[in-house]
Each structure stands twice: as structure tokens, then as C-alpha cells.
T-cell receptor, first 112, second 113 residues
Framework: GQNIDQPTEMTATEGAIVQINCTYQ??????LFWYQQHAGEAPTFLSY??LDGLEEKGRFSSFLSRSKGYSYLLLKELQMKDSASYLC?????????????WGLGTSLAVNP | DGGITQSPKYLFRKEGQNVTLSCEQN?????MYWYRQDPGQGLRLIYY???????QKGDIAEGYSVSREKKESFPLTVTSAQKNPTAFYLC????????????FGDGTRLSIL
């Protein structure tokens, strides 16, 4: 089967750094996406990794290791507005299909 | 501005009624998707479409129907056969010839009266 695992909940302090992990087992791999979803709102795209290594975008970075089936999202200088659910999604195949396999999301609470 | 518009934001349905959720995009995206999200669960794919006049069932298509008569529009009908329709419905779209991500509309929250 195809599976994505993420921690259900995490808590961190304003100004700190937090790492949200995602492990996946899929039939193939053609990229991994991270999305942010605030309560009651739609997911918004954060990052995309298809090659091993770190992608940095401002306060957010995402890392991928294809051999380990592992990714993490790193959030630096946490702000209260970063309290949200973070979704990991994998594209298991190439081409026009691009159905994504979604994790259940990690709910992050940032405390003052 | 380009984007994906879902309407209405809130929708109420009586038992036995069909309801249609609207999804329109002006991003010139080829692929469009419908997801359902329930509390504590991830996004589950209902239907998707890669091109006009073609669509495929996702993982939970029973009780739902779609059409794709125009590139910009991908309406979802929740039929009376869907026994537990109360959920948050999300429409997404993306370019198919690249590694671009799916972009989402603001969602429609459907409730049963």
C-alpha cells in the first residue's frame, strides 16, 4: 500500500525552530509537497522537493532523502501566525496523472 | 487576479436532495480535482479531470458526480446517494506539463439539515 506518516501534533514557542517530519512508502516517487492549512481554510503551497537535499525559502526550509523515504519541514523564527496544520503529500508517478498521496497533517501550536 | 473560486462558502442540504458545488478557475490550468476533508482525516480525492470532457474517479467517488464541459469549470454534485455528505469540500487545479503544485480554492462547507 501507499502510506505517509506525520506526527499528529507539535507544540513550539514563538521565536524558536521546529522540525516537522514526514516519512513515506509509495509505489513510486516523483516529488514531495508541503502545504500549510490554517483552521477552516484551504491548504496553501509551501515547498516542493524532488531531488535530495535542502530547499530554503525564507523562514521555511524543506529537506528530502529519497533513499530513506523521508522529508522534513523546518520553520525558523516561529511566529504566532505559524500555528496551523502542515500537510505532506507525495506524487507517486510522473506524467499527467499526478494524483497526490496525502498525509493526515501535523497540527502545530505556537505559544507565546 | 487569477485564482480558483468555489461557491458557495457554506451550503446546507436537506435529506434526499442533490446539491452542486461550483469550482471555477482562470489560471488556464488543465487539471482539476475535488477533495473531501473530514476532521482528523487527510484530504481524500473524489474526482479529477486532466482535460475537458474527461474525468476519473478518485478514492471515494460513490455518491458524487462531476462534469468538465469547459476548461475553467469543474462542478461537483453531491447526490442523495452520498450517505454522509457533511464535510469540507476543496477544489484544486494545476498545470499538467510541469512540477507545479496543486492550488486550492477557499472550499465549501456542506452541512445536512
Amino acid at each position: 500500500g501507499q502510506n505517509i506518516d506525520q506526527p499528529t501534533e507539535m507544540t513550539a514557542t514563538e521565536g524558536a525552530i521546529v522540525q516537522i517530519n514526514c516519512t513515506y512508502q509509495t509505489s513510486g516517487f516523483n516529488g514531495l509537497f508541503w502545504y500549510q492549512q490554517h483552521a477552516g481554510e484551504a491548504p496553501t503551497f509551501l515547498s516542493y522537493n524532488v531531488l535530495d537535499g535542502l530547499e530554503e525559502k525564507g523562514r521555511f526550509s524543506s529537506f528530502l532523502s529519497r533513499s530513506k523515504g523521508y522529508s522534513y519541514l523546518l520553520l525558523k523564527e516561529l511566529q504566532m501566525k505559524d500555528s496551523a496544520s502542515y500537510l505532506c503529500a507525495v506524487s507517486p508517478n510522473a506524467g499527467n496523472n499526478r494524483k497526490l498521496i496525502w498525509g493526515l497533517g501535523t497540527s502545530l501550536a505556537v505559544n507565546p | 487576479d487569477g485564482g480558483i473560486t468555489q461557491s458557495p462558502k457554506y451550503l446546507f442540504r436537506k435529506e434526499g436532495q442533490n446539491v452542486t458545488l461550483s469550482c471555477e478557475q482562470n489560471l488556464n490550468h488543465d487539471a482539476m480535482y475535488w477533495y473531501r476533508q473530514d476532521p482528523g482525516q487527510g484530504l481524500r480525492l473524489i474526482y479529477y479531470s486532466q482535460i475537458v470532457n474527461d474525468f476519473q474517479k478518485g478514492d471515494i467517488a460513490e455518491g458524487y458526480s462531476v462534469s468538465r464541459e469547459k476548461k475553467e469549470s469543474f462542478p461537483l454534485t453531491v447526490t442523495s446517494a452520498q450517505k454522509n455528505p457533511t464535510a469540507f469540500y476543496l477544489c484544486a487545479s494545476r498545470l499538467t506539463n510541469s512540477n507545479q503544485p496543486q492550488h486550492f480554492g477557499d472550499g465549501t462547507r456542506l452541512s445536512i439539515l
